[in-house]
């Protein structure tokens, strides 16, 4: 396989990601800290992932502003949201994917020695 042709589908592969992830709204389904169930703490947040990369956790007070990115390659997410309080500063890391399909995505990370296991669906 040619270099072109490689990088041909690796940008249709990047496309997919961008589109599965901008397409709709996600809410945490279940996030599972050090063993601790803290989903409920995300139920007032609903996330909208954009293509330049910014992403909005909204809520009934108003919107929490970060940052994400996809690596479709390596199977891993990064969030980063500067300036959130806790829970959304908890999505804060780099994820790797475990299992996915168009509407629902699990990841999991290590944060200062604590796993954490996420859990989006799409609305």
Same mark, same amino acid.
């Given at each position: 396989?040619?270099?072109?042709?490689?990088?041909? %589908?690796?940008?249709?592969?990047?496309?997919?990601?961008?589109?599965?992830? @901008?397409? $709709?709204?996600?809410?945490?389904?279940?996030?599972?800290? +050090? $063993?601790? !169930?803290?989903?409920?703490? *995300?139920? /007032?947040?609903? *996330?909208?992932?954009?293509? !330049? &990369?910014? #992403?909005? &956790?909204?809520?009934? @007070? &108003?919107? #929490?502003? &970060?940052?994400?990115?996809?690596? /479709?390659? +390596?199977?891993? %997410?990064?969030?980063?949201? /500067?300036?959130?309080? !806790? /829970?959304?500063?908890?999505?804060?890391?780099?994820?790797?994917?475990? !299992?996915?399909?168009?509407?629902?995505?699990?990841?999991?990370?290590?944060?200062?020695?604590?796993?954490?296991?996420?859990?989006?669906?799409?609305?």
């Amino acid at each position: 396989m040619g270099l072109s042709c490689k990088k041909a %589908i690796e940008d249709k592969k990047e496309d997919l990601v961008l589109d599965a992830m @901008t397409n $709709g709204r996600w809410y945490v389904y279940s996030f599972v800290d +050090a $063993g601790q !169930d803290i989903t409920a703490s *995300f139920s /007032p947040y609903e *996330f909208q992932f954009y293509r !330049d &990369g910014k #992403v909005s &956790g909204l809520s009934s @007070t &108003g919107e #929490v502003k &970060g940052t994400w990115d996809g690596d /479709p390659n +390596a199977m891993t %997410i990064s969030a980063s949201f /500067p300036e959130a309080g !806790d /829970p959304v500063k908890k999505l804060n890391a780099l994820w790797k994917v475990v !299992d996915n399909s168009w509407d629902y995505v699990k990841a999991q990370t290590t944060v200062d020695g604590s796993a954490r296991q996420l859990y989006l669906k799409k609305k």
